[in-house]
């Protein structure tokens, strides 16, 4: 069974950078054709913030991080990293990574698989 495990949240000036984790245990992440990264904000529903295609690397970004944010994924290490560099208070929320086959790894439909989520909080 997949379990999925994100890690790297935490409290950060405007201005600042996060780095977020992650890793899976039971499969590895390359069984998966996407994985994604999503934020959930207090009573807001679960977006997509960035994505990464294993078949070929592709990336995709939601428009409000685009130049700001970078997802990586490290096959040796077993990974997929999100690089959070000039947040703002806006990028408050849980963060979710997610993994599974989708139509569009930027939309939440079609992933089954998720971890818990870390926080991440903006603010002076």
């Known amino acids: 069974q997949l379990q999925l495990v994100e890690s790297g949240g935490g409290l950060v000036q405007p201005g600042g950078s996060l780095r977020l984790s992650c890793t899976s245990s039971?499969?590895?992440?390359?069984?998966?054709?996407?994985i994604g990264w999503f934020r959930q904000a207090p009573g807001k529903e679960r977006e997509g913030v960035s994505c990464i295609m294993n078949s070929d690397g592709s990336t995709y970004y939601a428009d409000s991080v685009k130049g700001r944010f970078t997802i990586s994924r490290d096959k040796a290490k077993n990974t997929v990293d999100l690089q959070m560099n000039s947040l703002k208070p806006e990028d408050t929320g849980v963060y979710f990574c997610?993994?599974?086959?989708?139509?569009?790894?930027?939309?939440?439909?079609?992933?089954?698989?998720w971890g818990q989520g870390t926080q991440v909080t903006v603010s002076s």
């Open positions: 997610a993994a599974d086959h989708v139509a569009a790894c930027l939309s939440r439909i079609g992933y089954d698989n």
């Open positions: 039971g499969f590895s992440l390359e069984t998966y054709d996407d």
